[in-house]
């Protein structure tokens, strides 16, 4: 018997059931590796270990979602990733410093810029996220005063009404009226 499976084995004896299972639960990216409870106890040693596994996309959500954008930075210099999906959940959570960073070219978006910003827009609205909001449907791509035929104009009047029935939907007020003051000024 190797030395460290013995090591192992006496931390698990050490650790209580609640801890075991609050150790799975952690360790699911891991796929077979053990650890031994008394480390899988240490939630932040854990969650570093599994910021190490982690893949260019996940890395980038977990960046994204946490708003750290000096690591978001890194990333988005080192590897080509479709972010659309998390410029919205940015948006969602009200990070205006990772959605100012997303929306920097160069996009790496599967999908067309106007498509992307309206849905990030909407979400931010029906969240309540007024700032966020502004910010977005402001951007050129959306911003009707800029736009050139009358199918983007039709796309951004569209996105606006979502916004706002998202935003009353979900007891927006601040969105709500933002919506309306912004109708009456176009």
């Known amino acids: 018997m190797s030395r460290t499976s013995k090591r192992a084995r006496d931390g698990a004896r ?5 801890l075991m299972k609050q150790a799975k639960r952690q360790v699911k990216r891991f796929k077979g590796a053990t650890f031994p409870a008394k480390v899988t106890a240490l939630s932040p040693v854990m969650k570093l270990i599994n910021r190490f596994l982690m893949g260019p996309n996940s890395a980038i959500m977990d960046a994204a979602l946490t708003s750290h954008v000096s690591w978001l930075n890194q990333l988005l210099g080192r ?13 969602v959570k009200g990070h205006r410093n990772v959605v ?6 160069p996009r790496n978006w599967k ?3 106007n498509t992307v ?4 827009a909407v979400v931010a609205g029906g969240a309540g996220h007024l700032e966020m909001t502004a910010l977005l449907l402001n951007q050129n791509e959306l911003n009707v005063t800029s736009l050139r035929n009358d199918i983007e104009r039709n796309y951004a009047h569209t996105t606006a009404r979502t916004v706002l029935s998202t935003a009353a939907a979900n007891g927006h007020q601040n969105v709500v009226q933002y919506m309306v003051q912004r109708a ?3």
């Open 14 to 18: 050490d650790a209580s059931p609640v």
């Open 100 to 105: 100012n960073r997303l929306l920097v070219p």
């Open 111 to 113: 999908e067309p810029p």
């Open 184 to 186: 009456h000024d176009e």
């Open 79 to 91: 590897f080509k990733c479709d972010v659309s999906r998390w410029l919205v959940a940015a948006a």
């Open 117 to 120: 910003i309206a849905r990030a």
